[in-house]
């Protein structure tokens, strides 16, 4: 495929749904601009418009590839709301917006600047954060976006996914915290 299309193969995704949503993600990571990161395994780059988020996104995409994904990092076209990263792991898609948390009381607003961008968000978590209060920001999250289909939490070395069934229970918020600890 031509590398100018890629804009408009972007700007599909906000109207496509269900299996032809997946169709379009693999699609696009077929795309010749995919180029292999030097020195990462499995993580591959559109172009340099990330120059400044460089550092933040292939953090979070070694994490990823120690659970096994190929992680496409996206271009961020001009005009076009767009997630950061496709993740293919044994042939399944998607596609996660990265949010680094840095500080104590962000996390609520970073989901908020995801809406309209993807249905999964990725938080890399870089500080502590309590337990209580991320549950309760994940949980708001989830009632304020219908779309909105799962978080994924790197925290260090862990991993926690909460899926939009999991974050709407009422024993939510006491089962999340246990586990984030």
Do not use: C, W
Not at 28 to 40: H, M, T, W
Not at 94 to 111: E, P, Q, Y
Not at 132 to 137: C, I, N, S, T
């Amino acid at each position: 495929m031509p590398e100018y299309d890629i804009a408009q193969e972007l700007a599909l995704l906000h109207v496509l749904e269900g299996a032809e949503f997946v169709r379009q993600l693999k699609n696009i990571i077929q795309f010749s601009i995919f180029k292999p990161v030097d020195g990462e395994n499995d993580i591959y780059v559109a172009d340099a418009s990330h120059a400044e988020d460089m550092p933040s996104l292939l953090d979070a995409a070694r994490k990823a590839v120690a659970l096994g994904n190929k992680v496409y990092i996206l271009p961020n076209p001009k005009g076009i709301r767009t997630a950061d990263f496709i993740f293919e792991n044994k042939g399944i898609v998607k596609m996660f917006d990265l949010k680094t948390i840095r500080g104590k009381a962000s996390v609520g607003n970073r989901l908020l600047e995801s809406i309209g961008q993807t249905s999964h968000v990725l938080l890399n978590m870089t500080t502590q954060y309590n337990g209580g209060r991320l549950a309760l920001e994940i949980q708001s999250y989830f009632h304020l976006n219908p779309q909105a289909y799962e978080v994924m939490i790197f925290k260090g070395k862990q991993v926690f996914t909460v899926k939009r069934k999991f974050a709407l229970q009422k024993s939510f918020i006491v089962n999340f915290r246990k586990r984030y600890g």
